[in-house]
């Protein structure tokens, strides 16, 4: 029988590299994780409070308001449009699938961690939201653009984010992600040796 | 232009696709008459000034959102879903 391997997001699409993709200009670090399983919860019509309360018994969290994020690093809720949220991190508890539709999309995304300090003027180039850290802070995320690209991002730290978008478009991403990260640090560059 | 979305609150307007004139929400009764009919389908103000229409927030929360405006100082009034407007 053939033995199956797991690839990256980024090794599928490039056809090439092995394992997660990693690029860094200095001071900035753009790498590809592996969060665990994705799976996206979208309630039944009147049936939020219940997966809110299901969701707690079973990971921990309860479910997140608009543009933010729950639980801890081992399993986390994040909102992801309306009237969904992505479970990131364990398989889901069958319990959940009473009050949603619930549906795996382990495979569907890619998920970038992007750090680095004042890392925020980074994605300023790419993302017409404001993430500067005293608005946008720990915990909040955006359904939003990077780019062109549709995406979801969330602030991890003071100096770091989690950058989602369709796997298909992870080469893209961090092309974009290249263009600005050199654009930013060249700045900073110039503005040092001035 | 800045459109508040009501579930993400303030975006750019690079998040949103335009789908036009808010009128898919008061569609005639089958019934009503083919003028009714030919007005709903094929008839549209294009008022300078106050105008009313659908925007989807394709870039963001994907929520249908009627958006109230002014098209001379794109100046915006006024955002609902569309699943709660009122015709």
Redesign the interface.
Do not use: K
């Given at each position: 029988m053939a033995e199956l391997k797991a690839k990256t997001p980024y090794e599928t699409v490039t056809g090439g590299a092995s394992g997660p993709e990693r690029m860094e200009v200095t001071p900035f670090v753009a790498v590809e994780v592996d969060p665990g399983a994705l799976t996206s919860l979208a309630p039944y019509k009147g049936q939020a409070k219940a997966l809110s309360t299901a969701l707690e018994a079973a990971h921990g969290m309860g479910l997140p308001k608009?543009?933010r994020m729950t639980g801890k690093q081992s399993a986390q809720a994040l909102w992801f449009?309306?009237d969904m949220a992505l479970l990131i991190g364990p398989a889901p508890d069958a319990s959940l699938a009473a009050h949603a539709a619930v549906t795996d999309q382990s495979d569907a995304w890619s998920v970038v961690e992007l750090s680095g300090p004042g890392v925020d003027e980074v994605l300023a180039r790419l993302v017409?939201?404001d993430l500067r850290g005293h608005v946008f802070k720990r915990g909040h995320t955006?359904?939003?653009?990077v780019g062109h690209m549709?995406a979801s991002v969330t602030r991890t730290g003071a100096d770091s984010f989690r950058i989602m978008v369709f796997r298909s478009m992870v080469k893209t991403l961090f092309r974009e992600l290249h263009h600005a990260m050199i654009g930013v640090s060249a700045r900073r560059e110039a503005a040092g040796a001035g | 232009m800045r459109i508040t979305c009501p579930?993400?609150?303030e975006?750019?307007i690079?998040?949103f696709t335009y789908q036009g004139a808010a009128v898919a929400l008061d569609r005639p009764d089958p019934e009503a008459g083919d003028e009714a009919w030919d007005h709903y389908v094929h008839l549209r103000e294009n008022p300078a000034g106050r105008t009313r229409d659908l925007w989807y927030h394709?870039?963001?929360?994907?929520?249908w959102v009627v958006v109230t405006r002014d098209t001379v100082t794109h100046e915006v009034f006024d955002t609902e879903l569309a699943e709660e407007a009122k015709a």
């Open positions: 608009p543009n449009g309306r017409p939201v955006a359904r939003t653009l549709s | 579930i993400c609150g975006r750019d690079r998040e394709s870039g963001g929360c994907s929520a």
